[in-house]
């Protein structure tokens, strides 16, 4: 295999503090740092038979693939938010040497620049509600039972649904404002599909939330106490994560020479 291209994790101000002396990234390559302009591009050395334009797009049709690179960029992502702010790049992000590196990071030092000044000493907490009981089906009409018993049975339960429903809304928007409140800023995400998240329930908030680290703990300590407030529902803590949600400015950084980029999730 031939060694060579840039596999970029994020954009970074310098930093002092060391990474973990065992950090492996994608491919299971440590992660290293090239500055440029004031600014640091954390990246790994690939070999190109896999991310070359053609075997990666090949890849990111295997989900085992895609699976274990998503968990190793994550990683050093995780790795970098304990010792600095990043500016997270999308999953799949190659260049094919550092001079087509340093030429991106020109064209985009001014937003960069300016998202990381906004981002700085901020972390993204995530805070999902989910609805875990549905009422109890009714009971099957015994022989005794007229029609109309069972069709006044399906009623109380469609009503049932829609008043734990309407109180799953409630408790999600009074949540969100207390949340806000000690926020900068925050995303309202689409709910997610429980088929394919493999949560349990039904998702009827999916909150990010951009913190300054100094505010975290008070933060989530609000998440905790709100727990336990309404039976049937379940309140999901995530975080602290790198301020994916709130870097707008960088979501459409392209490599002018071989880049491929796709939506990461993260766990």
């Known amino acids: 295999m031939t060694a060579g291209l840039r596999y970029v994790y994020a954009i970074c101000r310098p930093f002092g503090a060391a990474l973990q002396a065992q950090l492996t990234g ?3 390559v440590p992660p290293k740092l090239l500055s440029h302009h004031g600014l640091v591009a ?14 990666l797009r090949a890849h990111l049709e295997d989900l085992d693939w895609l699976g ?3 968990r ?3 990683g050093v992502i995780d790795a970098l938010t304990t010792v600095t702010t990043p500016l997270p790049l999308r999953l799949g992000t190659v260049f094919r040497d550092d001079s087509g590196l340093r030429t991106m990071i ?24 989910y609805l875990d009981t549905e009422p109890a089906a009714p009971a099957p009409a015994e022989k005794a039972a007229s029609g109309r018993d069972y069709l006044r049975q399906r009623q109380v339960r469609t009503r049932s649904r829609d008043e734990m429903w ?18 900068e800023d ?28 100094g505010g975290s703990e008070e933060f989530v300590e609000l998440v905790d106490r709100a727990k336990d407030d309404t039976p049937g529902l379940r309140v999901e803590l995530t975080g602290p994560w790198a301020p994916y949600s709130f870097t707008e400015d960088t979501e459409d950084t392209e490599d002018t020479e071989n880049t491929e980029n796709t939506e990461e999730e993260r766990a």
Not at 119 to 129: Q, T
């Open 26 to 28: 994608v491919a299971g």
């Open 42 to 55: 954390v990246l790994s050395e690939v070999p190109e038979d896999d991310f070359a334009e053609g075997p």
């Open 68 to 70: 274990s690179t998503a």
């Open 72 to 74: 190793a960029h994550q």
């Open 106 to 129: 020109e064209a985009r030092e001014a937003e960069f620049r300016r998202t990381l000044d906004r981002l700085e000493g901020r972390v993204e907490w995530g805070v999902k509600v």
């Open 166 to 183: 309407e109180a799953a809304e409630t408790f999600a928007r009074a949540l969100h404002r207390s949340l806000a409140g000690r926020a």
């Open 186 to 213: 925050h995303r309202m995400h689409a709910p997610q599909n429980s088929v394919l998240s493999g949560a349990a329930g039904q998702n009827v908030m999916n909150a990010a939330y951009l913190v300054p680290r």
